[in-house]
């Protein structure tokens, strides 16, 4: 794929052409398609988003590079927005979606082999679950409050940081069992389920990721302003 980094482009239809990935950021920023001849910024503009906080998800997207991101000038509220929609798209479709396929790619293998490939795959997506249940429940209430002024000297971002688990180690750990040990038949199904394990193993890493690098330092930051504000 070819690497056209997002600022280097004008009009929105030519940074999907150029990088198909941006689709994906595009979805989780609530930014539909049909976006005509527009630039970034008109098309952002007409849905809400801060083209700034945009650009420099994409542009992670496209090459993994964190340096270029300005993290003073990010939108905590897109911010928040991108990572709950991504968290529906992990639980509510693509999660689901490889359960179905994984379930058709080894219906011909024996009972006891299917029940133990399902049941650590459903053990897998309660974990996700956990995971992100706790960072729609507790983190992102937390930085709303934050947003609004109000500090919560029971909590900081600090705790999250230090407790936030990599997510996507067990489906590493699946797809390798996979790999290995898979006592059935090769057939263009199977091949696809692992096609999306690899797909979801690095979407679920860049995902942390911006939580890690992104998210956890502009919250610091927000903390920050609202501890001096509060003289606390």
């Known amino acids: 794929m070819k690497k056209v980094r997002p600022k280097q482009i004008d ?27 527009k630039s970034i910024k008109e098309v952002c503009e007409q849905y809400g988003v801060d083209t700034e906080t945009f650009l420099s998800i994409a542009n992670f997207f496209i090459d993994r590079n964190l340096s270029l991101i300005n993290l003073k000038k990010l939108n905590v509220v897109d911010l928040i927005n991108y990572l709950h929609t991504a968290h529906r798209y992990f639980l509510d479709y ?4 490889i359960r179905e396929q994984l379930i058709d790619a080894i219906s011909s ?20 679950n956990n995971h992100m249940s706790y960072e729609e429940n507790v983190v992102f209430p937390y930085v709303r409050k934050l947003l609004k002024g109000e500090l919560d000297t029971r909590y900081s971002i600090d705790v999250f940081r230090k407790k936030h688990d990599q997510i996507e180690l067990k489906i590493i750990e699946f797809k390798n069992i996979f790999i290995k040990y898979y006592p059935g038949k090769d057939s263009f199904q199977l091949q696809n389920v692992l096609f999306e394990f690899f797909a979801t193993e690095h979407d679920l890493a860049s995902h942390n990721i911006i939580e890690d690098e992104v998210f956890v330092p502009v919250v610091a930051i927000l903390e920050d302003q609202v501890k001096k504000e509060s003289g606390k």
């Open 109 to 128: 293998t024996d009972k006891d082999v299917r029940v133990v490939f399902l049941q650590f795959y459903d053990e897998y997506v309660k974990e996700v």
């Open 94 to 97: 693509r999660l689901p979606a």
């Open 11 to 37: 009009k929105m239809s030519d940074l999907i052409s150029e990088n198909y990935p941006i689709l994906m950021v595009m979805s989780r920023f609530g930014i539909p398609l049909g976006v005509g001849e």
